[in-house]
């Protein structure tokens, strides 16, 4: 035997020696049971899922994106329910422009006003003449002339009644000349008929809201032809179909995005419309000016029974992959942990969290949706 053949097998121990080694490098080490070494080291040090669900974030990250966190108490709230409303005209500031008669329009003194002008209350809007037929116009244009003939023929005879007033009683020319004025009130009258047209005015200082109103239009009697309402004084009207809820409302606001709108409590109605409650809300500093009349909007309506639980901004409200309402906390300077939650609402701004929180806890209020999509 040479001794290349001597030294095959020492050669073969050795690779297999080296192969064994790098195999055990590339193979994943597992924690016997009982143990855990924790999440696996990352290359990087940026935001990342970990296996557990939380999500690493750090520092710089978090001031990127904004990230802020309050510390959450326990308080006693008032419970709230959810009403379809929507936004009514205030009735002792405004009111509706309809026209009495049948007729045409035509344009009042500045023209039709325009939607959104301002008016003040017995401001003539527009002139409705009215309407009527051939027929019926002929028959008041003959008796006034038959009226304005009659009225002259009276006047001449209080002229000689006159001249004669020596001979004739007192009586007789009072009576013909209470004849000429009789005469005379009907004709005015009849001819004031004939010509008159119907002013519509403005029941109430505001803007126009809305208008129906285009020159030579033919309107019937009664008939919409402007709404006039005061922007900074309208009324929020609710419906509930349970009459328990509707007794036991103290206050109200209304969801506006990130914003509420406060309201006051007016009253309920004691007769089901359409199967409901109406409730009638108004506004404290006339912050339904940014909303128009007829407007549907969801009321937050607060009642007088009280419920334990942690108020949180409705922003930090998330969803996992599971479709469950979650809520980001930090439970450690660069990590967040989601945490399942159930929620009451409060005020449209802010939910009560009735489970899943403790007083104490921070839970990010800002840029929680950032973090729910670190994956």
């Known amino acids: 035997m040479n001794r290349a053949a001597a030294m095959f097998p020492a050669r073969m121990g050795v690779l297999a020696l080296a192969g064994a080694l790098l195999l055990a490098s590339a193979t994943p080490a597992f924690a016997g049971e009982g143990h855990d070494h924790g999440p696996a080291p990352t290359a990087s040090g940026g935001p990342q899922r970990l296996p557990d669900g939380t999500v690493f974030l750090p520092k710089p990250a978090q001031r990127q994106i904004g990230v802020r966190t309050v510390e959450v108490t326990q308080q006693q709230l ?85 001249e004669l007033a020596d001979t004739v009683p007192r009586k007789d020319i009072e009576a013909a000349e209470s004849e000429v004025a009789s005469l005379g009130a009907r004709a005015a009258a009849i001819g004031a008929g004939l010509s008159t047209r119907e002013a519509l005015v403005a029941p109430a200082s505001g803007v126009i809201a809305s208008s129906q109103a285009v020159a030579g239009q033919v309107v019937d009697a009664r008939e919409l032809v402007f709404d006039v309402v005061d922007p900074t004084r309208l009324r929020v009207e609710a419906v509930a179909f349970d009459a328990a809820v509707a007794n036991d409302i103290a206050g109200g606001f209304i969801a506006s995005g990130s914003d509420k709108v ?29 909303f128009a009349v007829g407007q549907p909007v969801k009321v937050i309506a607060q009642t007088r029974s009280q419920l334990a639980g942690v108020p949180v901004p409705a922003a930090a409200l998330m969803k996992n992959p599971a479709n469950q309402t979650i809520v980001w906390v930090k439970a450690a300077p660069e990590r967040f942990s989601p945490r399942v939650v159930q929620t009451e609402p409060l005020d449209g701004a802010n939910v009560i969290v009735t489970s899943g929180l403790k007083a104490g806890e921070r839970v990010a209020v800002q840029g929680a949706g950032l973090v729910n999509q670190v994956r």
């Open 78 to 162: 008032p419970r709230a329910v959810e009403l379809n409303g929507r936004i009514v005209m205030d009735p002792n500031a405004g009111g509706r422009v309809q026209s009495m008669v049948a007729g045409r329009l035509e344009a009042g003194p500045k023209g039709f006003p325009a939607l959104g002008q301002t008016v003040r209350k017995g401001e003539v809007l527009a002139y409705v003449v009215p309407a009527s037929d051939t027929l019926e116009r002929a028959n008041q244009a003959a008796q006034l002339a038959e009226l304005r003939a009659s009225r002259d023929l009276a006047q001449k005879r209080v002229a000689r009644l006159r």
């Open 262 to 290: 406060p309201l006051k409590f007016i009253g309920a109605a004691r007769a089901l419309r359409e199967q409901a409650l109406p409730i009638a809300f108004t506004a404290s500093g006339g912050s339904l000016g940014s």
